[in-house]
T-cell receptor
Framework: GENVEQHPSTLSVQEGDSAVIKCTYS??????FPWYKQELGKRPQLIID?????GEKKDQRIAVTLNKTAKHFSLHITETQPEDSAVYFC???????????????FGTGTRLQVTL | NAGVTQTPKFQVLKTGQSMTLQCAQD?????MSWYRQDPGMGLRLIHY???????DQGEVPNGYNVSRSTTEDFPLRLLSAAPSQTSVYFC?????????FGQGTRLTVV
């Protein structure tokens, strides 16, 4: 089955700096890579995703890059703000195999702290 | 439109007891799933369903049963609770492109 590794486990940045979280996956058939943000005591929420036919996707201060050859993808947050502090999870799935974004294999999470 | 609703929010069980975690969605999604979240381990898939009457095992199915008699409901049953099942459980309802999570159930087995 799929295995997703995520690094670092914790990340502390100053407000305004950039943050980068990296994930690698093992199943070359995976083709859907979402990122979820989970605030303390809350549910995970999708912040951005990328499909295997795209190398990069941006949404305001958030971007995700995908390298299919190396089987890794990264989340980039620019101009970080205190409200970006949360745990971020990457995930991978083969949507054609499962037909759904529901059968996801998650990384172990990165706790991001943005300090003033 | 409530999205995904899980009950209860908190539960304490004694070892060997059984219980059902409830999950309901009002978005008419075909796909639903259950995950457990443990410190340092992310979310791990327990069971999932691609439609009413169809379920399949995920990564960590042992000790759990599911059924999907309607599109809206996807209950998770613990047959004989063990301390290793202490965790936060999330139900998710999905389109092909996004999973929507419930607020979670924090379960403690003593």
């Amino acid at each position: 089955g799929e295995n997703v590794e995520q690094h670092p486990s914790t990340l502390s940045v100053q407000e305004g700096d950039s943050a980068v979280i990296k994930c690698t996956y093992s199943d070359s058939a995976s083709n859907y890579f979402p990122w979820y943000k989970q605030e303390l005591g809350k549910r995970p929420q999708l912040i951005i995703d990328i499909r295997s036919n795209v190398g990069e996707k941006k949404d305001q201060r958030i971007a995700v890059t995908l390298n299919k050859t190396a089987k890794h993808f990264s989340l980039h947050i620019t101009e970080t703000q205190p409200e970006d502090s949360a745990v971020y999870f990457c995930a991978a799935s083969n949507k054609e195999r499962t037909g759904t974004a529901s059968k996801l294999t998650f990384g172990t999470g990165t706790r991001l702290q943005v300090t003033l | 439109n409530a999205g995904v609703t899980q009950t209860p929010k908190f539960q304490v069980l004694k070892t060997g007891q059984s219980m059902t975690l409830q999950c309901a969605q009002d978005m008419n999604h075909e796909y639903m799933s259950w995950y457990r979240q443990d410190p340092g381990m992310g979310l791990r898939l327990i069971h999932y369903s691609v439609g009413a009457g169809i379920t399949d095992q995920g990564e960590v199915p042992n000790g759990y049963n599911v059924s999907r008699s309607t599109t809206e409901d996807f209950p998770l049953r613990l047959l004989s609770a063990a301390p290793s099942q202490t965790s936060v459980y999330f139900c998710a309802s999905s389109t092909r492109t996004e999973a929507f999570f419930g607020q979670g159930t924090r379960l403690t087995v003593v």
